[in-house]
């Protein structure tokens, strides 16, 4: 069946090339159950290989033609090949997670042909201490971070003794509220009448528009944060990059944080963006790199916003970002920490005082700089709006398993983008705090260098708060 692809996915397709694949990717690792014999990874790739029935999200590729007026459209794939989607991979020795992360770093590196579905998995062999472990990468256009989170618990459980689990792209029959959702599907001939609808649905929030215009334009002159930065200083991440990518990851105990969080008043968002905070600011000192100005990240928030008609009937959250200033100018810990909480409180007081509809508008025209310019081939003409991205995607809190092998880990790789060589993904999983670090090769050198001076700033953060 032909279904149209909505306007932010056709974005993240249009707007990638050879230098800006744009896929997300998790790396899983997993214990494998005792009795494990000789051959388990194998049995295990075979498992995830041979499924019954592929899962229709896993089987659509992007098309336009003439018969689609131009229009990218998903189409189902009708020569799917399983064995290019699912794949084998082992480690050289001597097996260290160094082996492990540089497969994933070239693995990250290529990009997915449109003439495919778009993702990828690897059941990796060859860790030291005997762990399996697996990526995957998906389109962003297909599916985002927190999509990718949900679908991973979907095949997950937390009996050790269960072994029915699917692969993730196993067909699952629908659920009832799943089943409702697929009857709203509608044909491409039903678009002009879906956004007509739309369209009258937000006119009622217009008229407020021009007003939040005008707040978040003052706050950005004010250098307050907000959706919008006026005064982003350049670094040496804000350049053009190339398709190469370095992976580096690491996990932290999140009490340890929510220590910190709990001595200061502050949120545990506010500490994981003061670690990074001060590792930036020691990775760009060692490099004789650091600007004068604070650097600004892009960060993806939660919120109660101000009820509307997109809002959800029992008054759900959405979903936002702010640029935060994350005070890298400043050489004590609990001051930086202080500054970035006060950031974030600010940033979310001027996205609650908006619509949802207004959130999206004023986030939107915050990220343009950073979307158009890949679109219209014009990097390097416009100046970024933020240094780096940082954004949190929570992950199960409980020990989680595959057909009785333990999950002991879960890392995050995402997308730098041109004029944004570096993304730091969070993802909380079983108590631990995993920080997952993609960088452009040649853009970011020695890129683990900043696993170490993030624990170097939580170590400080813990002195500074008295909890040590």
């Known amino acids: ?40 990874v194998r049995e295990m790739y075979e498992q995830m290989r041979d499924v019954e029935e592929i899962a229709p999200l896993f089987l659509k590729r992007p098309h ?104 993730p792209w196993g067909y699952r029959p629908p659920t009832r509220s799943k089943a409702l959702a697929t009857t709203r599907d509608r044909s491409l001939a039903e678009l002009p009448l879906r956004a007509a609808r739309t369209a009258l649905g937000i006119s009622a929030e217009a008229a407020g528009m021009p007003s939040a215009l005008v707040r978040t334009l003052a706050r950005g002159v004010r250098n307050e944060t907000t959706t919008v930065s006026l005064r982003t200083p350049r670094t040496m991440f804000n350049r053009p990059i190339t ?12 009490e340890r944080l929510h220590a910190i ?62 640029l935060a200033q994350l005070a890298t100018h400043l050489e004590d810990p609990a001051d930086r920490l202080r500054s ?55 992950g199960p809190r409980t020990t989680h398993y595959w057909n009785g092998a333990r999950m002991t880990g879960v890392y995050p790789l995402s997308i730098p983008i041109n004029g944004m060589a570096l993304n730091i993904t969070c993802t909380s999983y079983d108590g631990q705090m995993a920080f997952g670090l993609t960088g452009c090769r040649r853009t970011v050198p020695h890129l683990q260098r900043l696993l170490t001076f993030l624990e170097d700033e939580v170590a400080a953060l813990e002195k500074a708060a008295g909890v040590e």
């Open 64 to 167: 336009r033609s003439l018969r689609t007026a131009g229009q990218l459209v998903w189409v189902p794939d009708e020569d799917f090949d399983v064995e290019h989607h699912v794949r084998h991979s082992a480690l050289p020795e001597p097996g260290r997670y160094r082996e492990l992360f540089e497969l994933c770093s070239r693995l990250h590196s290529t990009r997915l042909a449109w003439e495919r579905p778009l993702w990828e998995s690897h059941v990796i062999e060859g860790l030291a201490d005997g762990k399996v472990a697996l990526y995957t990468k998906s389109h962003h256009a297909l599916v985002d971070g927190v999509s990718a989170m949900r679908l991973l618990q979907s095949v997950l459980g937390t009996d050790p003794d269960e072994r029915d689990m699917p692969a």
């Open 261 to 322: 969080g709990r001595a200061t008043g502050t949120t545990l968002n506010d500490v994981v963006l003061a670690m990074c905070s001060g590792a930036m600011r020691a990775y760009l000192l060692e490099l004789d790199a650091l600007p004068d100005q604070p650097m600004v990240a892009m960060v993806p928030v939660g919120l109660n916003a101000k009820s509307s008609h997109i809002a959800s009937a029992d008054g759900g959250n959405a979903v936002g970002a702010v």
């Open 340 to 394: 970035i909480h006060r950031s974030m409180v600010d940033g979310k007081e001027a996205l609650s005082s908006m619509t949802p509809t207004q959130i999206i508008a004023m986030t939107a025209m915050g990220q343009a700089p950073a979307i158009i310019p890949p679109l219209l081939r014009m990097q390097g003409i416009v100046r970024s709006p933020y240094n780096l991205i940082i954004s949190n995607v929570p």
């Open 1 to 40: 069946m032909v279904t149209p692809i909505d306007p932010t996915a056709t974005a993240f397709l249009l707007a990638e090339n050879r230098h800006m694949p744009m896929h997300v990717g998790g790396l899983q690792l997993f214990e494998k159950p005792a009795g494990a014999g000789p051959h388990y």
């Open 243 to 254: 398709g190469a990518r370095r992976f580096a990851a690491q996990d932290w105990p999140i």
